[in-house]
């Protein structure tokens, strides 16, 4: 079994970086509105074009990312995007938002979709449910285990795994903190990577309890699954990514170079690995040029099952390169002089050149000239040098560089820049053809019949019917030598210079009588026809493609959302009231919510499992994750004619199997009429909408929605759920969540301007943050129910009775105020009203 290594393009150069260094497929932006690195350097359509014919001739396929959720007024012009791209050779297209895929589906169905990670699938029930829906791929969550991934394979969806870059702290497609705190949404494309800031964990008091160095308490290193290349093919992965659309060409040529070299490894020599974990060699040569790509240091811990200290960069968020070696010596350096009251002050006769000084460094590993080198001492880290390499140094050897100051004795050093990568992907960028694809050359010379030459793809995709691309041109009837016959040596020198073409002989097959004589320029021409045919053969399915693409219909999402979900035929009347709903951490809280006015009841389904007292027709709250281990404490909830809430797609296909009454959380987003629909005919009897929702787009879909729409409209939101246990930065774990003791503490993470994010984890470690500023919507309500909005929500999980009561009384007032043809009270003050009056972009 093969795997696709599928490489990150954030502009031009680095696209030509991942076709230099092999990749089989390359991902990437077109524009700036619709995909999920909107920073990066992203195709115009143009630009676009010409990526997509480069790749094609190399036999790389092209996908397109829209992978962010879609607003109703914008689906026409996503769709037109999707065209467009189309238009100009696009593969696949990765797709987030629900609606967006099912309006793509329905338009072009000969289109190839790919579902995204921002989607959060991460079991079987729910790639089955996005494979009914059309999904030709599914990208899974970062999260699983090797174990997981190997069973959800068995349903026949291709699989998608990142294998190396990056990790999110959050479980992508549920992070609401960076919009939260900064009004930039990940959902939106803009994440502004909150988790690779400083915090500190504290306790109720205000008191530090993390562990000294361990400053950023979300902040992982970065994949790296090199050694599980072969495990990852038994396990079925149908394409193993490179995060980094974000990164320079050098370091795209670098990284997918050398998984390039894995991959090609593994299948020339399966007998060297086995499908076990950590299973395949890598050569030192390849571990190197990993390593001095930028990382945060790189762990595979996730497919092993495991979530501990071992994948976190507590201490830096920035490139760790490769450790190289330390200082043994320092000398020169700036002089200082004391003055008259014994402060010392630099010499002012002594010019820059001469104050700087010159540090031996040991290397272990080779070092290049032109290497960048930083030099961080561990007592001061902050006080880090850069210098560079000046000569080309064996491991076990010395260098001296000439650097600012003196550094202490013994002081880490690690090349952070490699001049090789740099060089190597300037040199493939600088080739008129970025990569060539190897073909077989078949030679006909017959004397009295055309001269011929067929070419024939050897690797790449097929076409459409299943073959590989060929082409054959004739040219000039062979005759017999008038002078000096030609032999078979000589036509494949000549054939076999295919020059600037995109091609590269394999291997020949020559057919030819003897005593044939020819002249080879005329060789030549035959020979350039044939590349020119293949390259027409390649590249005419995507022609015949663009030739039937469908026009954008206008009003795509109301469309969408009309074919899929019949309106009643008069809509109800907006309701006069709303049901006021809560959502109780304790039996406690649901009963002082319940005296204070609510009719509805939510819980977590751990306190409904572990505590007793829960107010009858509590309805249970399912994890917005829900991996195959989750099944057996999730799954029994969710009971035919019952309301259950649902925070994924997984959960959503489970309870319209089992008949019960699924409400969508607000984790699954829905911006757009469409989405609304979809979730709705694939059985939603009630919907939460988003807090990332401004009021008119909330007004908008719940006048449109033909079940109960709700909103939590009080509470603190959570903008982050982890696989991590965030309190393991106290370096104090017990691995035992049952008997841990910061666990029943209220603990929070403060924030480098001293705001308070509290922090929950639950029995399985897994870690909720919530916001620092407490949502108070309830001055909008009556707009909220005019809409259609009709369950209105006070999240209590991180109140106790007394202040629940107080958050549902608010609530109940100001809903009989507009009951009342009064305004309700103003915000309370220290709360935030969201994104109700500002969109997240």
């Given at each position: 079994?093969?795997?696709?290594?599928?490489?990150?393009?954030?502009?031009?150069?680095?696209?030509?970086?991942?076709l230099?260094?092999?990749?089989d497929?390359?991902?990437?932006?077109?524009?700036?509105?619709?995909?999920?690195?909107?920073?990066?350097?992203?195709?115009?359509?143009d630009?676009?074009?010409?990526?997509?014919?480069?790749?094609?001739?190399?036999?790389?396929?092209?996908?397109?990312?829209?992978n962010?959720?879609?607003r109703?007024?914008?689906?026409?012009?996503?769709?037109?995007?999707?065209?467009?791209?189309?238009?100009?050779?696009?593969?696949?297209?990765?797709?987030?938002?629900?609606?967006l895929?099912?309006?793509?589906?329905?338009?072009?169905?000969?289109?190839?979709?790919?579902?995204?990670?921002?989607?959060?699938?991460?079991?079987a029930?729910?790639?089955r449910?996005?494979?009914?829906?059309?999904?030709?791929?599914?990208?899974?969550?970062?999260?699983?285990?090797?174990?997981?991934?190997?069973?959800?394979?068995?349903?026949g969806?291709?699989?998608e795994?990142?294998?190396?870059?990056?990790?999110?702290?959050?479980?992508?497609g549920?992070?609401?903190?960076?919009?939260?705190?900064?009004?930039?949404?990940?959902?939106?494309?803009?994440?502004?990577?909150?988790?690779?800031l400083?915090?500190?964990?504290?306790?109720e008091?205000?008191?530090?309890?993390?562990?000294?160095?361990?400053?950023?308490?979300?902040?992982?290193?970065?994949?790296?699954?090199?050694?599980?290349?072969?495990?990852?093919m038994?396990?079925?992965?149908?394409?193993?990514?490179?995060?980094?659309?974000?990164?320079?060409?050098?370091?795209?040529?670098s990284?997918?170079?050398?998984?390039?070299?894995?991959?090609?490894?593994?299948?020339?020599?399966?007998?060297?690995?086995?499908?076990?974990?950590?299973?395949?060699?890598?050569?030192?040569?390849?571990?190197?040029?990993?390593?001095?790509?930028?990382?945060?240091d790189?762990?595979?811990?996730?497919?092993?099952?495991?979530?501990?200290?071992?994948?976190?960069?507590?201490?830096?968020?920035?490139?760790?390169?490769?450790l190289?070696?330390?200082v043994?010596s320092?000398?020169?350096?700036?002089?200082?002089?004391?003055?008259?009251?014994?402060?010392?002050?630099?010499?002012?006769?002594?010019?820059?050149?001469?104050?700087?000084?010159?540090v031996?460094?040991?290397?272990?590993?080779?070092?290049?000239?032109?290497?960048?080198?930083?030099l961080?001492?561990?007592?001061?880290?902050?006080a880090?040098?850069?210098?560079t390499?000046?000569?080309?140094?064996?491991?076990?050897?010395?260098?001296?560089?000439?650097?600012?100051?003196?550094?202490p004795?013994?002081?880490?050093?690690?090349?952070?820049?490699?001049?090789?990568?740099?060089d190597?992907?300037a040199?493939a960028?600088?080739?008129?053809?970025?990569?060539?694809?190897k073909?077989?050359?078949?030679?006909?010379?017959?004397?009295?019949?055309?001269?011929?030459?067929?070419?024939?793809?050897?690797?790449?995709?097929?076409?459409?019917?299943?073959?590989?691309?060929?082409?054959?041109?004739?040219?000039?009837?062979?005759?017999?030598?008038?002078?000096?016959?030609?032999?078979?040596?000589?036509?494949?020198?000549?054939v076999?210079?295919?020059?600037?073409?995109?091609?590269e002989?394999?291997?020949?097959?020559?057919?030819?009588?003897?005593?044939?004589?020819?002249g080879?320029?005329?060789?030549?021409?035959?020979?350039?026809?044939?590349?020119?045919?293949?390259?027409?053969?390649?590249?005419?399915?995507?022609?015949e493609?663009?030739?039937?693409?469908?026009?954008?219909?206008?009003?795509?999402?109301?469309?969408?959302?009309?074919?899929?979900?019949?309106?009643?035929?008069?809509r109800?009347?907006?309701?006069?009231?709303?049901?006021?709903?809560?959502?109780?951490?304790?039996?406690?809280?649901?009963?002082?919510?319940?005296?204070?006015?609510?009719?509805r009841?939510?819980a977590?389904?751990d306190?409904?499992?572990?505590?007793?007292?829960?107010?009858?027709?509590?309805?249970?709250?399912?994890?917005?994750?829900?991996?195959?281990?989750?099944?057996?404490?999730?799954?029994?909830?969710?009971?035919?004619?019952?309301?259950?809430?649902?925070?994924n797609?997984?959960?959503?296909?489970?309870a319209?199997?089992?008949?019960?009454?699924?409400?969508?959380?607000?984790?699954?987003?829905?911006?757009n009429?469409?989405?609304?629909?979809?979730?709705e005919?694939?059985?939603?009897?009630?919907?939460?909408?988003?807090?990332?929702?401004?009021?008119?787009?909330?007004?908008?879909?719940a006048?449109?929605?033909?079940?109960?729409?709700?909103?939590v409209?009080?509470?603190?939101p959570?903008?982050?759920?982890?696989e991590?246990?965030?309190?393991?930065?106290?370096?104090?774990?017990?691995?035992?969540?049952?008997r841990?003791?910061?666990?029943?503490?209220?603990?929070?993470?403060?924030?480098?301007?001293?705001?308070?994010?509290?922090?929950?984890?639950d029995?399985r470690?897994?870690?909720?943050?919530?916001?620092?500023?407490?949502?108070?919507?309830?001055?909008?309500?009556?707009?909220?129910?005019?809409?259609?909005?009709?369950?209105?929500?006070?999240?209590?999980?991180?109140?106790?009775?007394?202040?629940a009561?107080?958050?549902?009384?608010?609530?109940?007032?100001?809903?009989?105020?507009?009951?009342?043809g009064?305004?309700?009270?103003e915000?309370?003050?220290?709360?935030?009203?969201?994104?109700?009056?500002w969109?997240i972009?």
């Amino acid at each position: 079994m093969t795997m696709e290594l599928l490489a990150p393009a954030g502009g031009e150069e680095p696209f030509r970086a991942a076709l230099a260094a092999g990749a089989d497929a390359i991902y990437c932006g077109v524009g700036n509105d619709f995909n999920a690195r909107r920073g990066a350097n992203n195709f115009t359509y143009d630009a676009f074009e010409r990526a997509c014919r480069a790749a094609h001739l190399a036999g790389t396929r092209v996908y397109v990312t829209i992978n962010v959720v879609v607003r109703d007024e914008e689906m026409d012009r996503a769709l037109a995007l999707v065209r467009s791209a189309a238009l100009r050779g696009a593969d696949a297209f990765i797709i987030q938002d629900w609606g967006l895929f099912e309006a793509i589906r329905r338009t072009w169905p000969e289109l190839e979709l790919h579902v995204s990670t921002q989607a959060n699938v991460h079991d079987a029930r729910g790639v089955r449910w996005a494979r009914e829906r059309g999904a030709h791929r599914v990208t899974l969550s970062r999260e699983l285990s090797l174990a997981e991934i190997g069973h959800i394979a068995k349903e026949g969806v291709e699989l998608e795994v990142f294998g190396h870059g990056a990790l999110c702290y959050c479980y992508s497609g549920v992070c609401l903190m960076s919009s939260m705190v900064g009004g930039r949404s990940a959902n939106r494309g803009l994440c502004a990577q909150p988790c690779r800031l400083l915090y500190d964990l504290v306790d109720e008091s205000g008191r530090s309890v993390s562990a000294p160095g361990r400053t950023r308490p979300l902040c992982p290193k970065d994949a790296c699954t090199a050694s599980d290349v072969s495990a990852l093919m038994a396990a079925g992965v149908g394409s193993l990514k490179v995060e980094g659309r974000m990164k320079a060409p050098d370091y795209v040529w670098s990284v997918v170079g050398a998984y390039r070299e894995q991959i090609d490894s593994v299948l020339a020599h399966p007998e060297a690995s086995s499908a076990e974990l950590g299973s395949t060699p890598v050569p030192a040569e390849v571990a190197r040029r990993l390593k001095r790509a930028f990382n945060r240091d790189f762990t595979d811990a996730y497919l092993r099952g495991s979530a501990d200290d071992e994948m976190m960069s507590y201490e830096r968020s920035n490139n760790r390169g490769e450790l190289v070696g330390e200082v043994l010596s320092s000398s020169g350096g700036q002089v200082q002089r004391r003055d008259g009251k014994g402060n010392l002050h630099k010499d002012p006769r002594q010019d820059k050149r001469s104050a700087r000084c010159t540090v031996t460094v040991r290397v272990d590993e080779p070092v290049g000239a032109g290497d960048l080198l930083e030099l961080r001492p561990v007592d001061n880290p902050d006080a880090f040098l850069t210098a560079t390499v000046p000569a080309d140094v064996s491991a076990g050897g010395t260098v001296e560089c000439r650097v600012a100051r003196p550094m202490p004795k013994g002081c880490p050093v690690r090349v952070i820049r490699s001049k090789a990568a740099h060089d190597g992907s300037a040199a493939a960028l600088a080739r008129e053809v970025c990569r060539r694809r190897k073909v077989d050359v078949r030679i006909v010379a017959r004397t009295g019949e055309p001269f011929t030459v067929e070419l024939a793809c050897v690797d790449g995709p097929a076409l459409p019917d299943g073959s590989m691309p060929r082409a054959q041109a004739s040219g000039f009837v062979v005759e017999p030598a008038r002078t000096k016959a030609v032999s078979a040596e000589d036509l494949v020198e000549h054939v076999g210079r295919m020059g600037s073409t995109p091609f590269e002989p394999r291997g020949f097959d020559v057919e030819l009588d003897e005593g044939c004589g020819m002249g080879f320029s005329a060789v030549h021409k035959v020979r350039a026809a044939a590349c020119e045919a293949l390259e027409r053969a390649i590249l005419a399915p995507y022609a015949e493609r663009a030739a039937a693409l469908a026009p954008v219909p206008r009003e795509s999402s109301a469309r969408i959302a009309s074919s899929l979900v019949a309106a009643p035929a008069s809509r109800p009347c907006p309701p006069r009231s709303a049901e006021v709903c809560v959502v109780a951490p304790t039996p406690e809280v649901a009963e002082a919510a319940i005296a204070a006015g609510v009719t509805r009841v939510y819980a977590q389904t751990d306190d409904l499992s572990t505590l007793d007292g829960w107010p009858a027709g509590t309805v249970p709250v399912l994890d917005e994750v829900c991996r195959e281990p989750d099944h057996e404490r999730l799954d029994r909830w969710v009971e035919a004619g019952a309301p259950v809430a649902v925070g994924n797609v997984s959960e959503l296909a489970l309870a319209a199997e089992r008949g019960a009454l699924a409400e969508v959380r607000g984790c699954i987003p829905v911006h757009n009429e469409a989405c609304l629909a979809v979730l709705e005919s694939a059985g939603a009897a009630g919907v939460w909408l988003s807090p990332e929702l401004t009021l008119e787009e909330v007004c908008h879909l719940a006048s449109r929605a033909t079940v109960a729409a709700g909103l939590v409209v009080s509470g603190r939101p959570r903008v982050m759920t982890s696989e991590h246990c965030v309190l393991k930065v106290a370096a104090a774990c017990v691995h035992d969540c049952a008997r841990c003791g910061l666990r029943r503490r209220r603990l929070s993470l403060r924030d480098r301007d001293g705001r308070l994010l509290p922090v929950r984890t639950d029995l399985r470690a897994r870690s909720r943050i919530y916001d620092a500023v407490p949502l108070d919507l309830t001055p909008q309500v009556g707009e909220l129910m005019s809409a259609g909005v009709s369950r209105l929500a006070v999240d209590a999980t991180l109140l106790d009775a007394s202040e629940a009561s107080a958050a549902v009384e608010r609530l109940v007032r100001a809903i009989a105020a507009v009951a009342a043809g009064r305004k309700p009270a103003e915000r309370e003050r220290h709360a935030s009203s969201g994104h109700l009056f500002w969109g997240i972009g």
